[in-house]
């Protein structure tokens, strides 16, 4: 698909739409205000959009925090009855790993890493903005749980046969499992796009030794990403075909093994220890190095 900087004179018999040829991108354009950031595609205000979405989710998760400890402050508590306890729980633990750490991450990827290595922006600026909307809009669906029904209660982890219909017959895992992949192809669609802009956009002499530590980790973190993430998308498919079409992937009484669950959580959430921690290690590596001189 070509890409053109200023709109192309229109060729006889060339189709066309409002005067414009089919089949050419134009680059887009310069906006102000509000609409900047509605549909802008710098890499600086989309990092800002992510670090913005990771302190409302924070506030979710902070809140779902602070009614855990307010039932667990003294013995019988009937703050929560015992199924709101597991939902806000297991919503609790899902938004803090999904939707406040990691975004938080992929907040100073996006804003530092091509400043870092000389950049213009990202090679896929759309696509940049598309993970971040994806990204928001599946939070927010993992969260509309509560307004139909409650949110999922098999924990943050949805161990087998848990997460079955049978032990928890309410939509709240439906919206948990739809909502993760989501912000998975958000995730998937980032860290091809970080990763390729690390590659391939590097400044004339800068070379992959000469690259900052931040930098460094956080291409490690894309590669970890993009080999994991597919991992627990398949497992979030079969779930949600067991629960909703009644396959058996994970009942043990239909002769599944529930184990297998774990095994495909567990292939990505062990790597996600790394996936939240390199970035993390990488700024306060550069910022010590720096300061150290």
Known sequence: MAVADAPLALPSGAPSHDGKVLGVFTRAQRTTGWRSW??????????????????????????????????????????????????VYTMHGTTMVFLVVMPIGAAFANYLLPLQIGARDVAFPRLNAFSFWCFLF??????????????????????????????????????????LIITGIASMVSSVNLIVTVLNMR???????????????????????????????????????????????????????????????????????????LPAMGMVSDIISCFAR
Request: charged share 10%; hydrophobic share 55%.
């Open 138 to 179: 599946g939070g927010i669906f993992l969260n509309t749980s509560w307004l139909l029904g409650g949110g999922a209660d098999g924990g943050w982890f949805m161990y087998a046969p848990n997460n079955g219909v049978l032990y928890s017959p309410s939509h709240g895992i439906d919206f948990w499992v739809l909502g």
């Open 203 to 277: 400044a004339p002499g800068m070379s992959m030794m000469k690259m900052p530590i931040f930098t460094w980790m956080t291409l490690v973190t894309q590669f970890l990403l993009l080999f994991a993430l597919p991992v627990i998308t398949v497992a979030l498919f079969l779930l949600m075909f067991s629960r909703i079409f009644g396959a058996a992937f994970f009942n043990i009484d239909d002769g599944a093994n529930p184990l297998l669950w774990q095994h495909l959580f567990w292939f990505y959430a062990h790597p996600a220890v790394c996936i939240m921690i």
């Open 38 to 87: 509605i549909t802008g595609v710098d890499h600086k205000k989309v990092g800002i959009m992510y670090g913005a979405a990771a302190i409302f989710f924070l506030l979710i998760g902070g809140f779902e925090a602070l009614l855990i400890r307010m039932q667990l402050w003294a013995p019988r508590q009937q703050l929560l009855s015992a199924d709101v306890y597991n939902q």
